[in-house]
């Protein structure tokens, strides 16, 4: 176990002992009451150690920043680093950042932070022999850069009284928890590969996971489709735990479909048996949306308005326990057990990403700017392995997390209804904006530099609905809030624009008609994504598409060094026949001539082999035109529409019309929802129509984006359209074959294919045909 390990062995082969971190242990024992978020969010951990600075460089030369302290109780080892401790006055001070007024905090919130400095308070008296000291809570505003200080003298035996009273109340949990690990350890090492044999393709892979994990080294891997990749990369994964004293391994992916194939993985390993006496198998916990998992979303996240908030703190030891004993977390369970404590779901869950095992979630919880996964790794020093599942989404996923946009019908719609506490703020950013407007006219605009007035006045607008919230609750659906939440974005991402080289971030502005959109847009996530992954004892990145390295590990920063690694397929050039139709052209300008060729062809196939096919194009427009073209010329092929916004059980409609035996096409955009993430195995589906190159669509933002690659790598067509696109046409013709059985056609429609540089970004496996 790592250093600052929740909990873990010292080593000492004497007297087994358990370490716990201060914060973890009075989070543990000190918290009571409701759930209640009304209290302006915290800083992020950038504010939060820039205020720890401030404070620190006002006091005098004699200050001691950032003690460590150790202590022992029993079985048990408490340690963590006061913020700071004045000997000229003898006073141990704990450091709380904060935005708007501090005595709005809840009580339980302030208890919790007496906690945590009566603990350092224990073990400073202990270290040093002092008798007495002076303890103080530091609220610090970093709006106002002011200090609220809230302090309290006390003695050694009471601060003795209450280390042993936490310590007490901790005890039997830790315990248990290293009864845990240490049943966890002899399970994995024990454990085996559920099948015969491995799937060709499949050994290489596990090993190749192993040795990355096992030499303490990030891996991307290229494996195709039907190399059973899921199971391939958590079996070798879990195998190293021991061995490596992994405290944790974070299975992340982008889709849904990604986490439903892990939690399958995990069963025929058999490690989803659910409520075993003692805890006795690997801990499973399934993150999900907030808005998926919130049991009264009309309610606002506190106890006087959700019964499941109101007194959440009293019954989570109850509720924890009885996860534990749970053991498997998918949703289902977790929300049974929830209920059955009448407690939040959502916060049961982030509460037991504390005490799980492995933990299979979005990307979103390692990567983005207020990560839970992450934060909870960097506070405990956990040793974690992260699987990375369809890696390629990565790079468009990052840039998301690291973008933000201010709507200016979004925050004008805020501004109507706004109460007249607000008007101020609120004006002053509304004067910004249309500031910026006025300087730059047109469409769309890049800026040369960052509105910095906007962004302060947005900052602004930030703390003071924060404080009027304290005492108003806002609905979660309201405009209001909406428009607080997009400006906290903003101003998050304004501070990492500003750390990191400028090139990195586009800041434009579009015009829509009477509404204008300023986007702070990353071109390149490398630098943002970069520090997580070095943050992690192992990284493995896969994916069917990873192709090529380079462009990769340029856009997620990775090593250059990074292996990469491209698993040999499990299929056969016999299973898939490859058309290359190079005598249509689908570039824009070429689409209407297009349209009867393109509808020909799929007739024809359809045709020579009937059954379901999907076929792909580059927008809806030119899918509804090849559509109409199809219907005109073949009206006996059946045919159904992938819709421009369709609701879960549209899309599921949609799959529905893939059976067994089935005869039609459907029709879908390249690089949507049905694009990748689906699986239709068998008859389900036995060809595909790609007529497009993939690229994205020609505008001022991707020319934007294109020169800015251009500057970077000297590549901007190739890293701007050409290797996205080529990626969605490969992941769109991989859903055709699935299985080792399976047969299928793929028609890639347009004269581009058929130069060498393309070609080459194709799967190997595939027999094209030759050049004529």
């Known amino acids: 176990m790592t250093t600052e390990a929740m909990i873990a062995p010292t080593g000492d082969t004497e007297t087994p002992r358990y370490r716990v971190a201060v914060r973890a242990l009075c989070e543990f024992t000190a918290r009571s009451g409701d759930l209640d978020l009304r209290f302006t969010p915290a800083p992020t951990a950038q504010q939060g150690i820039a205020g720890h600075q401030v404070v620190a460089a006002r006091r005098g030369e004699h200050y001691e920043h950032e003690v460590a302290l150790e202590g022992r109780y029993g079985a048990l080892i408490v340690r963590g680093r006061a913020d700071g401790y004045d000997p000229t006055l003898g006073r141990l001070e704990e450091i709380k950042t904060h935005r708007g007024d501090v005595d709005a905090m809840p009580a339980n919130q302030r208890a919790l932070h007496w906690a945590q400095a009566k603990v350092y308070a224990a073990l400073l008296c202990r270290e040093r022999g002092l008798e007495r000291v002076e303890v103080a809570l530091v609220y610090f505003d970093i709006e106002q850069q002011r200090e609220t200080v809230l302090a309290e003298t006390m003695d050694r035996p009471a601060l003795d009284v209450f280390f042993t009273e936490q310590c007490e109340r901790f005890i039997d949990w830790a315990e248990q928890e290293m009864t845990h690990v240490a049943t966890r350890s002899q399970r994995l090492e024990q454990l085996s590969f559920p099948h015969a044999d491995f799937r060709p393709g499949q050994r290489s892979l596990a090993e190749s996971v192993y040795k990355a994990i096992s030499t303490r080294r990030d ?34 992916t982008a889709r849904t479909t990604g986490r439903r194939l892990a939690l399958e993985a995990l069963t025929t390993l058999g490690l989803a048996d659910s409520g075993k006496e003692n805890d006795s198998g690997v801990r499973t916990l399934e993150l999900i949306a907030r808005e998926r998992a919130c049991e009264h979303p009309e309610l606002a996240c506190h106890g006087d308005s959700c019964p499941l908030a109101s007194g959440f703190y009293d019954r989570l030891f109850d509720a924890r326990q009885a996860a534990v004993q749970q053991g498997f977390l998918d949703h289902d369970s977790l929300r049974r057990v929830a209920r059955a404590h009448r407690v939040c779901p959502y916060y049961l869950g982030q509460e037991m990403a504390h005490w799980c095992d492995v933990v299979i979630g979005d990307v979103n919880y390692w990567f983005d700017t207020s990560a839970m996964l992450y934060a909870l790794a960097q506070q405990h020093q956990w040793r974690v392995s992260l699987l990375i599942d369809e890696a390629h989404n990565l790079v468009e996923r990052g840039r998301g997390m690291y973008g933000a946009e201010f709507d200016q019908g979004r925050f004008a719609a805020a501004r109507r209804d706004a109460p007249a506490a607000l008007k101020r703020p609120m004006d002053r950013v509304w004067r910004q904006w249309k500031a910026l407007l006025r300087e730059h006219d047109g469409d769309y605009v890049c800026l040369e530099a960052p509105p910095r007035k906007l962004f302060n006045a947005l900052s602004q607008f930030v703390t003071a609905l924060g404080d009027w919230m304290v005492d108003s609750p806002v609905a979660l659906e309201s405009a209001l809030l909406e428009a607080w939440f997009d400006a906290m974005q903003i101003a998050r991402i304004a501070e990492l624009a500003a750390e990191i080289d400028d090139s990195h971030y586009l800041f434009d502005i579009e015009r829509r008609g009477r509404n204008a959109t300023l986007s702070l847009r990353n071109v390149v996530p490398a630098p943002l994504l970069a520090p997580r992954f070095r943050a992690a004892h192992a990284a493995i990145v896969f994916s069917a598409t990873l192709s090529p390295g380079h462009y990769y590990r340029d856009q997620l920063g990775l090593g250059s060094a990074t292996p990469w690694l491209e698993m ?153 359209y050409l290797y996205p696109g080529v990626t969605r046409v490969v992941q769109a013709a991989g859903r055709v074959i699935r299985s080792p059985e399976d047969r299928g056609v793929v028609h890639l429609i347009d004269d581009r294919f058929r130069r060498r540089d393309i070609q080459a970004l194709l799967p190997g496996w595939w027999a094209l045909p030759p050049r004529g």
């Not at 005109?632 to 092929?637: F, L, N, Q, R």
């Not at 294109?706 to 890293?719: N, V």
């Open 219 to 252: 891996l991307m891997l290229q494996a195709p489709t039907g190399i059973g990749k899921t199971l391939g990369t958590l079996f070798p994964a879990l195998k190293a735990m021991p061995a490596q004293q992994l405290d944790r391994v974070f299975f992340l």
């Open 568 to 720: 040999t397929s499990p299929f056969t050039a016999c299973q898939l026949e490859v058309h290359l139709d190079d005598h249509v052209s689908t570039r824009y300008r070429d689409r209407g001539a297009s349209l009867s060729p393109v509808a020909k062809l799929m007739a024809d196939q359809f045709r020579q082999r009937p059954g379901n096919y999907l076929a792909f194009f580059s927008s809806f427009d030119y899918l509804e035109q090849v559509s109409n073209a199809l219907a005109g010329h073949a009206p006996d092929v059946p045919q159904w529409s992938q819709a421009r916004r369709m609701s879960e059980s549209e899309r599921d409609a949609f799959l529905a019309r893939f059976t067994q035996g089935g005869k039609g096409i459907g029709f879908a955009v390249l690089g949507g929802i049905f694009g990748e993430g689906i699986d239709l195995p068998g008859e389900r589906l036995i060809g595909a129509f790609i007529a497009t190159l993939g690229l994205s669509q020609f505008n001022p933002v991707n020319e934007q984006m294109k020169a800015r690659m251009e500057t970077l790598f000297g590549d901007g067509y190739r890293y701007a």
